[in-house]
């Protein structure tokens, strides 16, 4: 098997949250433990006379469950699958938010429509210019072969006959009418994930029935630990774990296809490659974005003297995005519309982590 020259950016992203979560799951370990050391010292001098059968079903039960899911994880596993070189050129056709949507196991986040725009721009459909130091958008050539959610996009940016997209006005009218974010994000991630369950790449996606279940069970086993323990049986410290892991794991359960291991190892060698040293050209930092090499890649240009539209605008569409997203926020904070709002902050989450490079 061929390997990776390196790992992308949303390969490290993906080891730092693994290695976040290994840190949890320990410290819950050690928590439960003095916990249990110190509940057992309090029967003691109490005068109890140990740990009842009921701490032993609950222990077994969680030893059980622990490792019926380690079991599961090491089942559905990364496949061992070659990875043919791609020799500079991009693994697939597949746009840049389809491949953010393979990497993610089915998810679609806010990056993958900043890639969406700085890919159209690239490929000229959308010109950028600078009009007071304030960036608009302008229509491009003639739309001719683009898929759902970037044609979705273009219609967003330049609605009726708009011949150019102000994007600061774009953030004042969003949050005169939220309604016109809404529309767009929900009908963007529908298309991204239509075209994704239509190409066979994973076989079960981060909010599938089978990977809710799991995180259901794992709930369930963690309220059954915790009525447990109430009860002062600190066996069933082990189902708090067990019930933490699984809960806190549930995503890992997502699954792709063979061809979609393939692809996706492709698709982050490609990523590092781009962070490595590989030529860079317009069109390869729309992917970059959405495999979290854009900063990288555009520093690259710069250093070359390279001044591309797509290098020019790839750090402010995303700073844009996050302002219609807070826009939307603070207009339906005041519609009582919470369910709303939720989502909306967890889908900041990464872009808020992120230091935007200058423009």
């Not at 699958?81 to 697939?92: I, K, N, R, Y």
């Not at 890639?115 to 010109?127: E, H, N, W």
């Not at 491009?140 to 967003?156: M, N, Q, S, Y």
């Amino acid at each position: 098997m061929t390997a990776p020259p390196g790992r992308s950016g949303a390969d490290r992203r993906r080891r730092r949250t693994l290695r976040a979560r290994a840190l949890v799951f320990a410290a819950l370990a050690v928590g439960s433990g003095l916990t249990g050391w110190w509940w057992s010292e309090h029967l003691d001098r109490a005068g109890d006379q140990g740990p009842s059968g009921w701490d032993l079903v609950g222990l077994v039960a969680g030893v059980v469950v622990l490792g019926v899911w380690a079991a599961t994880m090491l089942a559905t596993g990364r496949r061992s699958v070659e990875v043919p070189p791609t020799l500079g050129a991009l693994p697939s056709t597949h746009s840049p938010a389809e491949v953010g949507w393979l990497l993610r196991h089915g998810r679609v986040t806010l990056a993958d429509l900043a890639a969406t725009i700085v890919d159209l721009t690239a490929r000229g459909f959308v010109l950028p210019f600078r009009r007071d130091e304030r960036l608009v958008l302008g229509r491009g050539r003639p739309v001719v072969d683009l898929r759902p959610h970037e044609d979705l996009v273009l219609e967003w940016l330049f609605a009726g006959w708009a011949r150019e997209a102000d994007l600061e006005a774009k953030r004042a009218a969003i949050r005169a009418d939220p309604v016109q974010w809404s529309a767009l994000w929900v009908r963007f991630v529908d298309d991204v994930e239509a075209l994704g369950r239509d190409s066979g790449l994973i076989e079960r996606e981060v909010a599938s029935p089978g990977v809710l279940a799991v995180a259901a069970a794992g709930l369930g086993v963690l309220v059954v630990g915790v009525t447990g323990t109430a009860h002062g049986y600190v066996g069933w410290l082990a189902c708090v774990v067990a019930g933490s892991v699984v809960l806190a794991g549930a995503s890992a359960f997502a699954r792709r296809s063979s061809l979609g291991d393939t692809l996706a190892m492709q698709w982050e060698a490609f990523g590092s490659r781009l962070r490595e040293g590989a030529d860079i050209t317009p069109h390869a930092l729309a992917y970059a974005v959405t495999l979290g090499e854009g900063d990288a890649a555009a520093q690259r240009l710069a250093a070359a003297d390279d001044e591309w539209p797509a290098q020019l605008i790839h750090a402010e569409v995303e700073r844009q995005l996050l302002g219609w997203q807070e826009a939307f926020l603070v207009a339906t904070s005041v519609r009582g519309e919470p369910s709303e709002r939720v989502r909306a902050a967890l889908s900041l989450r990464s872009l808020r982590r992120r230091e935007p490079s200058p423009a």
